[in-house]
């Protein structure tokens, strides 16, 4: 392990967040207590698609505290659809069905009464007279071009179709010493956080403003109330200090926010709408990505790869938003950790009659790292070579960087075998081989589970223009504000909610190390929508490097204006100057001196000693774009889509009882180079938490629809997700390859443990089939499929 | 729906209130008393968010009504720590090994935890599972948490000995 030069950063240090949690005082949206508030249920189509009658809504509105009963019809006549993210006009989505229901679920009415429980009263006398239509749930089917269409004006069921080629690829495949070709397929699962999305809104007549409080996590959010609104955005402030009960991404509650907004400024009242399990899950739009991949891959005798053919199918459901977008970003990293020379991708998006998409942990990177390490897999099965062995000839090695891919991103830093051999060492591989192969000779299956993954952290936009060229945004920035008050305390202030990932010490570690000021006496506070700066949100795994960078610049800048005054005082050059703490000395002649606390006074009480044209008082503000950002793809679809990678390698080993088929997982050893470790119990918590979404992913985790375009895992007695009895007591260590683009070498760290964990589990189930001559290429793996494929010709 | 008087001794305060037959626990809790460190996961019982200890035992508040704890004991995640607001071994562990993130089945987690602790300052691994899995966490993986479970009873442990001793 390498020196930590920090003070404070990479310190084992607890956190500043967890005190406030542990004693329940968390502020989550439902905790909000509004005088007056009323509250919001919701009215849910049975039907997959059907047209929309009439709704009857006399019996509920006579119900004593029922308020108001809203449909689409009325929301269709005075908001906006909700926003769209490729070039689809004829795709209207509404925060209530409009004229017809597209998925089972669909919110249909809105009930507001004087507590939840009178709303569900309500709800239950409502009639709605649907005409049932033809309706389509399976991806492939719906591709067809005599597929009944979810959207009828827009034509067909595909949202997006492209086929991008990156390099030599016939050549290579032509040139190959061998090919071969297999599917994977990942089912609709979710990071389910246990919190559902919650919001609650109030108009203030007298000032005109909309307040806004959410369980949110999404870029952008403001200005989308304010367009479906048509309502100014400085009209609406939201929030930011609501903490947030987990999100990994899905928190994108953006129909629920202007359905609610609308009520409050109609009604006059606060309205809150807290969704409840059912809600969340049938109708919610936080269902993940549901995809299959058809993979080929050229590769000559000697295990290296030359190229890969990939087509992907993802199934958005009924109303795309944002989710088209998550078969975008994995062209940030499409070869993986490997050098592979030319690929072929052909994205393809289309709608179906499901809930809508929603953005999950990774962004569309899980789902391709399973296939891209099944490919390696395969191939050393094909060439009967040693995984292991098959990945390291394919590695970019360390001299390589920075490497450019055939896609067009360079990653910024690594090294790829030093950290898969950590994995291994601390899994004793040796040892876990032996066990593996005592536990198949006393009769159960077993096998290890080896994966590595790309972690592409920073968090930008780039593959909105690069989906949808009409789109030339490419900023996508940060803000962090920092102060020094009267009394010399500092304040920093962000702008974001936080889901869990610890902000508050991502910004104290960092300004604390830059100012050399003791990070817990220094104050995070997360600012409102119209008096703060602005946020692309925490998605991405962008926040140690996009707000750390800008705390960091905030900091640097505060800190140049300290020396500035204390060259003006002490009658020397600024860089005569020696910074220790706070407090600013003669680098020649330390006695002559200014501490901290006499340098505020300077700055906010004494202008006669300030300089020359010196603005008064301390504070700082800075914005930082993405690094490396800022660029439009070429015409042939290359780009710099994140700036920073990470990169982790896991080593697992599961046995399978082979009477029931259920897997264990015995041993589980994860290495990870985030570059610079800005607090270690975060990034732990990170790694640990990632990898169990991905094991629930990989065996649990499933929203299936039946025939009937029926949701049939709504509660979490159908939808099931780990708990600690199947998540092993994971071990973790790291290796730090600093990034060269980010303020302390930092990288993110947010999605890799979810990278990796599935295409783990995939190898590990995969290995342990491998003696019984099967495959198993479904996720989630659920115990019956395995069971099926030990016991089944 | 029928309304009914109530009296529940909650975190050692008796709390009075008059509740609709039909008014759960968890939203007593919450909505009557203000006590919203007890959270509401799932509603159906299964993820364990709004455990409260009730005359001793860890249930689920939103699985029962206020009706049925009248007369009965409620310690809420709010009753954990002691009257000058000192963490308790465990909520001092749960921050040590940064046993959460997002925070939102912390409240539950320490309830389910602290019972285990309450009948053994030794539990063995097996028992540290058994106690943890009435609770899922989505943000942690489990492991810090079980570290933190670890130790809090060390500690608990080692300064019961030196009391001892």
Known sequence: MTENKFKYIGRERRTKEDKRFVIGAGNYVADIARPGCLHLAVVRSPHPCARIAAIRTEKALALPGVHYVLTGAELEEYTKPLQQYLDTPNVRWYSLAVE?????????????????????????????????????????????????????????????????????????????????????RWHRSATVPLETFGVISEWGPGQDILEVWASIQMPQYVEQIAAALKMPQNNIRVHYDVDVGGSYGVKRGIKHTVMVCYLAKKLGRPVRFIEDRLDNMSGGDMHGPDRSFDMKVAFDKSGRINSLKIRVLDDVGAYPGRSPLQLGKPIGAIVGAYRIGSVEYE??????????????????????????????????????????????RNFIRPEDFPYLIPSGTTYDSGNYPAVLDKALNLADYE??????????????????????????????SAFEGLLNPSNESTTFLEAVMVKVDRNGTVTVIINTTTSGQGHETLVSLIVGEELEREPDQIRVVHSDSLNGLWTHSPVGSRMAIMMGGAAAGAAKKLKRDLLRIAAHNLG????????????????????????????????????????AGMEPALQSTFVLEV???????????????????????????????????????????????????????????????????????????????????????QTFMDYLLPSVHEVPEIRQTEHCTPSPLTSHGQKGVGEGGYLGAPAAMASAVNDALAPHGKTLDTLPMRIRDIWECLNLA | MSNHDIKIKVNGVVRTGTVSARTTLADFLREDCRLTGTHIGCEHGICGACSVEYDGQPVRSCLMYAVQA??????????????????????????????LQCGFCTPAMLISAQSLLNETLKPTDEQIREALSANICRCTGYVQIFQAVRLAAERLRSGKEKVAS
Not at chain 1, 127 to 141: C, G, M, N, R
Not at chain 1, 668 to 674: E, M, N, T
Request: proline share 5%.
């Open chain 1, 627 to 713: 690094p490396s950002g800022g660029n439009l793809p070429t015409p042939d679809g290359r780009i710099q889509m994140y700036p920073c990678h990470s990169f982790q390698a896991h080593v697992a080993l599961v046995s399978i009882d082979m009477g029931t088929g259920k897997p264990t997982i015995l041993d589980y050893s994860i290495a990870h180079d985030c570059g610079t470790v800005i607090n270690p119990h975060i990034v732990r918590g990170m790694i640990y938490g990632g990898a169990a979404h991905g094991i629930g992913a990989a065996f649990y985790e499933r929203f299936a629809y039946d025939e009937g375009g029926q949701l049939l895992s």
């Open chain 2, 70 to 99: 009248d007369g009965h004991e409620v310690t809420t995640v709010e009753g954990l720590s002691d009257k000058d607001g000192k963490l308790s071994a465990l909520q001092d562990a749960f921050c040590d090994t940064h046993a």
């Open chain 1, 347 to 392: 994205a393809i998006s289309v709608t179906t009659n499901k809930t809508g998409q929603v953005a999950v942990r990774g962004f569309g990177q899980s789902p391709t790292n399973v296939a891209l390490e099944t490919a390696i897999d395969r191939v050393a099965a094909y060439l009967d070579l040693d995984r292991l062995e098959v990945r390291r």
């Open chain 1, 431 to 460: 040892r876990m081989l032996v066990r593996r192969d005592e536990l198949r000779a006393s009769g159960v299956a077993a096998g290890i589970g080896i994966a590595t993954c790309l972690e592409p952290s920073g968090g930008n």
């Open chain 1, 572 to 611: 020397v050059a600024e860089d005569e100057l020696a910074y220790d703490s706070g407090t600013i000395s003669v680098a020649k002649d330390s006695t002559r001196k200014l501490s901290w606390e006499q340098l505020v006074i300077i700055a906010h009480r004494q202008y006669q000693k300030m300089p």
């Open chain 1, 100 to 184: 017809r229901t597209r998925y089972a679920g669909e919110w249909v009415a809105a009930v507001v009464a004087d507590s939840r429980y009178i709303a569900e009263d309500a709800v239950e006398l409502i009639e709605v007279d649907y005409e049932p239509l033809p309706f389509i749930i399976d991806p492939e089917a719906a591709l067809l071009p005599e597929a009944v269409a979810v959207h009828p004006k827009h034509g067909s069921n595909v949202i997006y179709r492209r086929t991008f080629s990156w390099g030599p690829v016939a050549e290579d495949f032509s040139k190959a010493d061998h090919t071969l070709a297999f599917r994977t």
